[in-house]
């Protein structure tokens, strides 16, 4: 990509903006697009009517090694398109309004949404990470919220059908979901978490000519560090649908989501072959519906099979 972001328009007059990652982060572009969204509305620049202009088409002619260029990069980005999917996900039986009512912080329901899919569809857990803003730190970007937390795990077995968990149990557990959750947004907003200091505990001793340390050659930090699931949010009013994220393991998930007034949605990518995409998308939404009967005090256990 030749530049920072890319305006996109279709023709029926919807937009999208792609932007390259390592300049800045989703709040940032977010908040240039609110603006660039809020001018427009205001002042309406263009307006029909009015005398009209002739267009003259300008044909550009490419030769030699640009051309040569342009079409290696047409069959690298052609190659990376066709191995690479997104499916958007849209769940409307519930939002962030019946999830305060509930007592549960919206994001935690969305991470939630988010792992028990993973459990139904793998059987276990994987690394996890959510980005968190750090910028009320100077020059500061984003840490990792480590989403997939020990309640969260024991909340999405709980759910199913062959755990002896009740209703009571299983709301127990979510709110104690919740409450974690918060601790480690805060945590992470906060400059309390340890990702991005391992991160430049590492980089700072390569420079300085040091081999790999321990740490980093134990097993569990190869586990950690494979992102099987990796997550982020952001919202605006100008943003009609929602953040597209993109898959950083080939046998991972891209999440991006927004948990709305009134629904959930998240677009789904990965790369290509996946043999579990479909199985997943699906079990995003046996999970939302799972947990809309939770909120609403439904024995649903009695009536669904997992």
């Known amino acids: ?146 989403s997939c937390s020990s309640e969260m795990a024991a909340a999405a077995q709980a759910i199913d059908a062959t755990n002896p968990a009740s209703l009571e149990d299983i709301t127990s557990l979510l709110k104690g979901v919740s409450q974690k959750h918060v601790t480690l947004c805060r945590e992470a907003a906060g400059g309390m978490g340890f990702d991005r200091h391992f991160f430049g505990l590492r980089y700072l001793n390569k420079t300085e000519g040091g081999g790999d340390l321990a740490v980093f050659q134990d097993p569990n930090w190869g586990t950690m560090g494979n992102i099987r699931l990796s997550t982020s949010t952001v919202g605006a009013p100008c943003l009609r649908d929602f953040l597209c994220f993109g898959a950083v393991s080939p046998q991972g998930f891209g999440l991006g989501y927004l948990m709305d007034k009134s629904q959930f949605g998240a677009a789904v990518t990965c790369y290509l072959p996946n043999d579990y995409y479909n199985t997943y998308f699906d079990n995003l939404g046996s999970a939302c519906e799972d947990i809309r009967a939770v909120m609403q005090g439904k024995n649903f256990k009695e009536s669904r099979k997992i």
């Open 1 to 146: 990509m030749d530049k920072s972001f890319s305006l996109i328009v279709s023709e029926n007059g919807r937009a999208a903006v792609n932007w390259e990652h390592s300049w800045g982060d989703g709040a940032t572009i977010m908040e240039m697009l609110q603006n660039v969204h809020r001018d427009y509305c205001e002042h309406r620049p263009v307006i029909g009517g009015g005398e009209k202009c002739d267009v003259e088409r300008v044909d550009v002619r490419v030769e030699g090694e640009v051309r040569n260029d342009l079409d290696a990069a047409k069959k690298s980005f052609e190659h990376a398109a066709a191995t690479y999917d997104l499916k958007p996900f849209v769940y409307e039986g519930f939002g962030k309004e019946d999830i305060k009512k509930f007592g549960m912080s919206p994001d935690s329901v969305s991470q939630f949404i988010f792992q028990l899919a993973q459990w139904r569809t793998f059987g276990y857990f994987v690394g996890t990470y959510e980005s968190c803003s750090t910028a009320a730190f100077r020059s500061g970007r984003t840490e990792t919220i480590r």
